[in-house]
C-alpha cells in the first residue's frame, strides 16, 4: 500500500472517524485541515437517487449563492449590435458572434460561462461537440440563452454557479472558499443543496437525495448529515 504524503496524514489526523457531520463541523474541519499554498475551493458532491440516462431524471439547475464563489468568473456572450454593448457594459470578458465562434473552433476557449442571445443560438449550435462536453453549452433552462444579457451576465459574476448531474447519479460544484468565514460557507452550502433539491426531476423514484459530501480541493472528503444540509 503506498505511503500517504505528509499533508495527507495531517489532514487524516485531523478528520479521524468524521463521518455524518452537520455542515458546520464539516466545514471546521475542512477550514482545520487546509494547508495548500493557495486558498482551496471548498466542494459538494450530492450522490442522488436518480438515473440521468432517463430524460425525465435528468438534474441541472442553477443556484446564486448568497455569499458568492470567491472565483473570478470570465464570461463569454455571443450577440450582435445593442445586445453585444449591453454585455460589454454589464462586464462581459468576451463578446462577439462570427468571430467568437471562429475563435473557440480554434481550440481557444477563455471563458468559464458561455450566454447566447436566441437569434444567435444557430450559430451556437455549430459548437455542441466543443462545448457541450465542458458544460459551457448556453442553455434556456439555466438563463443563458436570454435577451436579458445584462442580467445573465452579473449572475455569473456575482456567484452563480450551474449545476448538472453527471452518469454515476451525482452532482457536485464549487460552494466557496476556505477563507471564507465558515457561517457564510453553510450559507452557501445549504443553498447549493436546496437548489438541488428544488430541481428533483419527475421520474426520480425512491430517495432522492442519497449522501452529501464536503470537501476542500487538496484535502479529503467528510460526509455530512442529511437533515443538517438543508435550510429547512
Known sequence: MAKLGKRARAAQEIFGTATNVSVEDAVALIKKAASAK????VEIAMNLGVDPRHADQMVRGVVQLPNGTG???RV???ARGAKADEAKAAGADIVGAEDLMETIMGGKIEFDRCIAT???MPLVGRLGKILGPR???PNPKVGTVTMDVKSAVEAAKGGEVQFKVEKAGVVHGGVGKVSFDAEKLAQNIRAFVDAVN???PSGAKGAYLKKVSLSSTMGPGVSVDLSSATSN
Not at 493557495?38 to 475551493?41: G, L, M, Q
Open 135 to 137: 458544460n459551457l453549452m
Open 198 to 200: 428544488r430541481a428533483k
Open 38 to 41: 493557495f486558498d482551496e475551493t
Open 71 to 73: 472565483k473570478t468568473v
Open 76 to 78: 463569454a456572450v455571443f
Open 118 to 120: 436566441p437569434d444567435l
